[in-house]
């Protein structure tokens, strides 16, 4: 039990630091910087900030494990996740990006069901789809509303639950410092390519380097609070505090941005927060009738 309750307090420091870090990503974007070199140097210096703490703990930076199968994989997804939802709140309303996100964690039981071969009854597969409705009621395809920018999110949401299984299979011998390393410099090669698309880079003010150095330092932060969180507690009972993230999404969007979420994003937000709760507190039951 305390093991679940530290391990709830830290997915929601963690999300809070997400949260935190998207609104700063999007106030350097929206500031003219292109969103390539925000990847380039958000992940330069996550990588960096890892790579100091993982020395300064006595353990190496580099481990064959790294370049296995499973590692690049996630390392794959992961630059998907991080490419397309960077895209997504630098384009769009930062509430509409983070109320799709919500519906990774029935994304990851899907997945967990089809590729690992896990168990899922048709409660939870009602609750998956009925999840996947309210990302339809979010993006309100064939509407006057529908902004297919909005997709980007969809897109982001698929990386992070491909990374989400693939952490489940990574090796356990990688610390969370080792991961917190390779999770940040995969943006590397993909900021800087998608700079080039771009048409180069833009040398940032002094306002803009304040607050990509802000934003590394929440993302270090969360990053491992999150792989703590996930590796203390039981899943079933940590993962809930996921959805605190679109609470603070929801805020900061509205105090920083002048945000104000339609009835219909409220409406789809709600069903999406509803089907994982049900789902998980449901998977949680089921492994206690099994144990």
């Known amino acids: 039990m305390n093991d679940n309750l530290r391990g709830a307090g830290f997915m929601v420091a963690a999300m809070l630091g997400f949260a935190i870090e ?6 350097v974007s929206a500031a003219g910087l292109p969103v390539g070199q925000v990847l380039l140097i958000f ?4 990588a960096l900030v890892f790579a100091a703490l993982t020395r300064r703990a006595g353990q190496p930076l580099w481990h064959p494990a ?6 690049l994989l996630k390392a794959g997804f992961e630059v998907m996740g991080r490419l397309f939802y960077t895209l997504a709140i630098a384009l769009t309303p930062l509430s509409t990006a983070s109320a799709i996100l ?25 609750a998956i789809l009925a999840g996947l409705c309210g990302v339809l009621v979010i993006l309100r395809p064939g ?21 989400d299984l693939a952490t489940r299979a990574a090796p356990k011998v990688l610390s969370n410092l ?15 390519g998608l700079m080039l698309w771009q048409g180069g880079a833009v040398w940032p003010d002094a306002v803009a380097w304040g607050q990509l150095a802000v934003a590394i330092g ?9 792989t703590v969180a996930m590796r203390l507690g039981e899943v079933s009972a940590v993962t809930p505090f996921r959805y605190t993230r679109l609470v603070f999404a929801l805020v900061l969007g509205m105090v920083v941005f002048g945000e104000r979420p339609d009835l219909q994003t409220i409406l789809g ?15 949680r039951k089921v492994a206690s009738q099994k144990g």
Do not use: C, H
């Open 66 to 71: 790294v370049i296995g199968p499973r590692m």
């Open 143 to 163: 509407l006057e509303g529908f902004n297919a920018l909005s997709l980007l999110a969809v897109a982001g949401l698929i990386g992070f639950a491909g990374r």
């Open 22 to 27: 998207d609104m700063l990503l999007k106030r």
């Open 218 to 226: 929440f993302g270090v932060f969360a990053y491992w609070a999150l």
């Open 178 to 192: 080792q991961l917190g390393i390779y999770g940040f410099l995969a943006m590397v090669p993909t900021g800087l």
């Open 269 to 283: 937000s709600g069903i999406v927060v509803a089907a994982g709760l049900y789902t998980l507190l449901r998977s």
């Open 43 to 46: 992940g330069a210096g996550g």
């Open 102 to 126: 919500q519906a990774t964690p029935l994304v990851v039981v899907a997945g967990a069901a089809l590729i690992f071969g896990e168990k899922v009854g048709w409660r939870r597969w009602s």
